[in-house]
T-cell receptor, first 110, second 111 residues
Framework: NAGVTQTPKFQVLKTGQSMTLQCAQD?????MYWYRQDPGMGLRLIYY???????DKGEVPNGYNVSRLNKREFSLRLESAAPSQTSVYFC?????????FGSGTRLTVV | LAKTTQPISMDSYEGQEVNITCSHN???????ITWYQQFPSQGPRFIIQ???TKVTNEVASLFIPADRKSSTLSLPRVSLSDTAVYYC????????????FGSGTRLLVRP
């Protein structure tokens, strides 16, 4: 089925470790996004990529880096994980009629 | 980016019509209004989108007054499976737009 695929679905990291969250979409969308959602809260935009080759900061970019590898893939990297980055991370892509979200990555930093 | 205000929570019973109102006083001329639904442990799902007047699809209706400073999502005859968080967002339809999510409205449908 067409959509947004995120890997991994779950991850536990120790403080200071690094990891990359992967996201791929097969809908030929230009724009892709990374959000985080803390328990009981709305989604907060971390970074977005309006088109291949461009990336911009969102509301909460500190502690993260992104790479728009090609039109399909948009990765999120935590260079030195902190407990405050424990959250559910959602990737999304969009055409003109609304976002399509992935199923999320549940990240715990201990 | 226009900011939205919605009720934090709402309760309803199965079979009732539910109306969730969203305020967006600073909506810009190019902004569209979009509603999303989110179940626990899932990403948000697009429900409906509109620019003005009324839009209806198979799951909901969206009412937008002439001044566009508010909008109302209407869910006809809700069921238990409609229990979710509903987000109202406004944003430019240009391909580079990004949406800022508020806290949403937590709808609880009771038997």
């Amino acid at each position: 089925n067409a959509g947004v695929t995120q890997t991994p679905k779950f991850q536990v990291l120790k403080t200071g470790q690094s990891m990359t969250l992967q996201c791929a979409q097969d809908m030929n969308h230009n724009s892709m996004y990374w959000y985080r959602q803390d328990p009981g809260m709305g989604l907060r935009l971390i970074y977005y990529s309006a088109s291949e080759g461009t990336t911009d900061k969102g509301e909460v970019p500190n502690g993260y880096n992104v790479s728009r590898l090609n039109k399909r893939e948009f990765s999120l990297r935590l260079e030195s994980a902190a407990p405050s980055q424990t959250s559910v991370y959602f990737c999304a892509s969009t055409a003109l009629r609304g976002y399509t979200f992935g199923s999320g990555t549940r990240l715990t930093v201990v | 980016l226009a900011k939205t205000t919605q009720p934090i929570s709402m309760d309803s019973y199965e079979g009732q019509e539910v109306n969730i109102t969203c305020s967006h006083n600073n909506i810009a001329t190019n902004d569209y209004i979009t509603w999303y639904q989110q179940f626990p442990s899932q990403g948000p799902r697009f429900i409906i989108q509109g620019y003005k007047t009324k839009v209806t699809n198979e799951v909901a209706s969206l009412f937008i007054p002439a001044d566009r400073k508010s909008s109302t999502l209407s869910l006809p005859r809700v069921s238990l499976s409609d229990t979710a968080v509903y987000y109202c967002l406004v944003g430019d339809m240009d391909s580079s737009y990004k949406l800022i999510f508020g806290s949403g409205t937590r709808l609880l449908v009771r038997p």
